[in-house]
């Protein structure tokens, strides 16, 4: 299982040169390490490209990963051109493009794009970016969703389907952000890796007939897929606090983050078996009873996908990535300290006796 590291630079008010600086060490230390992968992110403020295009050139071989470029903030060409320029000036096998929905708050809201029907969505926009990376001639595209040349009602008739003059290395993996049944299959259709949500030692098997049914569409294995989870790791003495730091964010993506009808991360609480905790959180949250909604959040919800404790709790507990079908794992931690023992650990390659 390759290590990858987060960098959160998408959620800053204030971007400046030394918090880039200290990311960007953090980074370095973590190629240094053995690390195979850094991710970076994207809201309505920093976007998730340009911060890797600047860490590429502090760097020289940690692969260089979105997670995610929404999809409605640039047309799929686009997106194409942008990890093919940056896969150029990295160097080959370093760029991955990384793809995700978000939600139709931000979609609408922020984008002013329609949010339609997002599974078909997807399916025309990996099909383009592929397309454009393959270059095997002009790309068209006849989609539910997207058409190259745009063939709407207002169009002009004259687009020219065309071939990108960069020569880009056809074979950039497509990583795709899904959660639900239908996403997930999709992905295991189309996509190279899989940035999956809500993805732990103790929930990987609820994941296992969306991807097969994806798998089995393209004749494909499970092989043909990476898959790149995330945890978070502190080393503590107080895993309690610790847990009881991280349920205000928690409450606020279950409770606030979308609308009542539109929000993944309540969608990936139920999934998990925590829906009467996730229904109570958005009730008590909306209803500007924020206090109460953090306190309803569950401790093993957030304990089963995270690494927090002592050293030797957080070995055990690392050992149980093993026994899922993870090819990554993506660490976020505040010190140097965590990010080597992380390190010290995927080289031992630990085993644990659960199956999950």
């Known amino acids: 299982m390759k290590l990858g590291i987060g960098v959160d630079l998408w959620n800053q008010a204030r971007l400046d040169t030394s918090l880039a600086k200290e990311q960007l060490a953090r980074v370095q230390l973590a190629e240094r390490l053995g690390y195979d ?30 997670a995610v470029c929404q999809v409605a903030a640039r047309p799929p060409v686009t997106a194409a051109m942008q990890f093919g320029t940056l896969e150029a000036l990295a160097g080959p096998g370093r760029a991955i493009c990384g793809l995700g929905l978000s939600g139709p708050q931000i979609v609408e809201g922020w984008y002013g794009q329609p949010w339609g029907k997002p599974n078909a969505l997807l399916r025309d926009y990996v099909s383009i ?26 169009a ?66 499970w092989d043909d897929i990476e898959i790149q989870a995330g945890a978070r790791v502190s080393i503590t003495d107080d895993v309690q606090g610790t847990i009881d730091e991280a349920k205000p ?16 991360h309540r969608d990936a ?33 957030i304990d089963d ?28 931690a505040d010190t140097d300290e965590e990010l080597a023992y992380i390190a010290e650990l995927a080289e031992a390659k630990p085993r644990s006796t659960c199956s999950t």
């Not at 992968?37 to 979105?66: F, M, Q």
């Not at 995270?306 to 055990?316: D, F, T, V, W």
């Open 249 to 264: 964010q928690f409450a606020f993506l279950v409770g606030g983050y979308g609308t009542r009808e539109h929000n993944f």
């Open 37 to 66: 992968s850094v991710w970076s992110a994207e809201i309505y403020g920093i976007d998730a490209i340009t911060p890797l295009a600047w860490i590429a050139a502090h760097t020289r071989h940690i692969r260089l990963g979105t």
């Open 305 to 332: 996908g995270a690494l927090i404790g002592s050293r030797q709790r957080i070995k055990e507990r690392f050992a149980r990535w093993y026994d899922t079908k993870a090819t990554g794992l993506t660490i976020r």
């Open 156 to 221: 002009l008739g004259i687009g020219k389907p065309l071939k990108s003059i960069l020569h880009m290395n056809p074979d950039i993996p497509v990583f795709l952000a899904t959660g639900g049944p239908a996403n997930t299959a999709l992905m295991a259709e189309l996509a190279d890796g899989w940035l999956p949500l809500g993805y732990t030692p103790g929930s990987a098997h609820l994941y296992t007939e969306a991807i097969e049914k994806g798998l089995d569409r393209a004749g494909r294995t």
């Open 269 to 301: 609480m139920v999934r998990r078996g925590f829906g009467e905790a996730a229904e109570r959180i958005q009730e008590l949250f909306m209803a500007g009873r924020r206090d109460e909604a953090v306190a309803e959040v569950p401790d093993d919800y």
């Open 129 to 154: 970016i592929k397309k454009v990376f393959a270059r095997k001639g002009p790309v068209s595209h006849e989609g539910s969703q997207i058409s190259l040349p745009y063939s709407g009602d207002d």
